[in-house]
């Protein structure tokens, strides 16, 4: 391993201007990195791109690497590039086992995370390095979001996920509230109320979009964001159609034939695949097979109406009429992305959404009201993980540079507190409970 990484550092002509640099969308210093494991400095190497990058060891396993970073490397046009995703994951991965320093001294202020993704785990960390106490709240057991919940196993172990919640939050003092839905019991007024000064809004998008046509309730029918969470609690069979040819319907593709499934076809609408070349090639080695210029028009319990597509003059997408066929199968998977949840939203005064229910925010991740901030999928909609980080890291410092023109909060010995008029109705609260 280390071999081969000190072989591609070799490769990298650490050029003046580097492309690789300014490919990704949050300006990791590659010629850098590589120069100082080069010196042997591999710690100096990791600090920087920690410090750059908090989910480093996360992006160097699941970013598009072909369309960033590698994609723009001058080696590359002639010959292969220099591949610094492997680069990055051993000196990121080798520097994070050396990473127990505590957490900063407090600065006295509270902020308040909502959602444990990339976006919430980003600016958790940028803010806890700033002394602020950070509480991160989400509706699952663990963090991650849509990396442990959205992205298989295979492509990205949990056990990474799990060394992030010890090295960064555990040792940085940052604490974590799961199976805690932000617009239920609690509310962002709630935050406020017990002295969050500032709050980030995170949550992904776990709604699943649907492509409204008969059949989508079956038994035999998942979608896919529901699917890769538990993939082991669907029985769908061995013959199994995705629709849908993105990195989802990939890694949804894939995860079938790990499953059991021998037969596995995703269906796309045009001709050009919209997953990238590196993850729809692996699930063309695994056996997937693609169906192309097809619309789906109905789910069917043995299987799946196809009609051969079509493209009008304005770019619209529709059947060719009378080209409908059956094609068999025992499960279908719907990975045709996802939308923004509403509870949140609507329990919450004074924030203002789009028509998609997306969160209203200017460049730095401001909503309609003040102290409220977002970034990520929930203001974004779907975006790949390294720019939901390069988001929120102007998102961080806007939140830093908002709570410093707040006053300290004062700590009251008696806060108010719901009183119970009588003993009985106290008892009867209880009994209700």
């Known amino acids: 391993m280390a071999l081969h990484v000190m072989e591609e550092a070799n490769r990298c002509l650490q050029c003046k201007k580097p492309r690789c640099q300014e490919g990704c969308p949050i300006h990791t210093p590659v010629p850098d990195a590589i120069r100082l494991l080069k010196e042997g400095r591999l710690n100096e190497a990791g600090w920087m791109l920690f410090e750059n990058n908090p989910l480093t060891t996360i992006c160097a396993l699941v970013c598009n690497h072909e369309k960033q970073c590698e994609g723009h490397c001058v080696r590359g046009i002639k010959d292969a590039p220099v591949h610094f995703s492997i680069i990055e994951s051993y000196i990121s ?15 006295g202020r509270k902020a308040a995370v909502i959602g444990a993704g990339p976006a919430g785990l980003t600016v958790a960390i940028i803010l806890a390095r700033y ?17 442990r919940y959205g992205i298989p196993d295979f492509r990205l172990p949990d056990s990474v996920l799990d060394d992030m919640a010890y090295r960064h939050l555990e040792l940085k003092g940052i604490r974590f509230r799961p199976n805690t839905y932000i617009g239920s019991a609690i509310t962002i007024d709630d935050l406020f109320r017990d002295g969050y000064q500032s709050v980030f809004v995170g949550a992904g998008l776990w709604k699943p979009r649907k492509l409204n046509i008969r059949g989508e309730s079956l038994g035999h029918v998942s979608y896919a964001i529901n699917y ?22 990939m890694d949804c593709a894939r995860t079938a034939v790990r499953h059991g499934a021998r037969y596995v076809s995703c269906v796309n609408l045009t001709d050009t695949l919209t997953a990238s070349q590196y993850e729809s090639s692996y699930a063309k080695l695994e056996g997937v097979n693609f169906i192309y210029n097809k619309c789906t028009l109905e789910i069917r319990e043995d299987g799946v109406i196809l009609a051969d597509s079509q493209i009008d003059e304005a770019g619209r997408i529709s059947p060719v009429p009378g080209t409908e066929k059956l094609y068999p199968c025992t499960g279908v998977i719907i990975a045709v992305s996802q939308g923004a949840e509403s509870n949140l939203v609507t329990t919450t005064r004074n924030i203002d959404t789009g028509k998609s229910g997306l969160l209203t925010v200017d460049e730095d991740g401001h909503t309609s009201r003040p102290g409220v901030f977002a970034a990520g999928d929930a203001a974004s909609g779907a975006r790949t993980v390294v720019e939901a980080v390069a988001n929120s890291k102007r998102v961080a410092e806007a939140m830093h540079e908002y709570m410093q023109t707040l006053p300290l909060p004062i700590v009251t010995d008696y806060p108010d507190a719901p009183v119970m008029e009588t003993v009985e109705a106290a008892a009867q609260a209880e009994q209700v409970l």
Not at 135 to 146: A, E, L, N, P, Q
Not at 229 to 249: C, D, H, K, Q, Y
């Open 93 to 107: 991965t080798t520097y994070a086992n050396q990473m127990v320093k505590g957490p900063a001294p407090s600065n």
């Open 131 to 147: 002394g602020y106490g950070v509480t991160i709240f989400d509706s699952r057991d663990k963090i991650g979001g849509v990396l």
């Open 228 to 249: 890769l969470a538990n993939p082991a609690a669907f029985r769908l069979g061995e013959r199994i159609m995705v629709i849908g040819t993105g990195n989802s319907a």
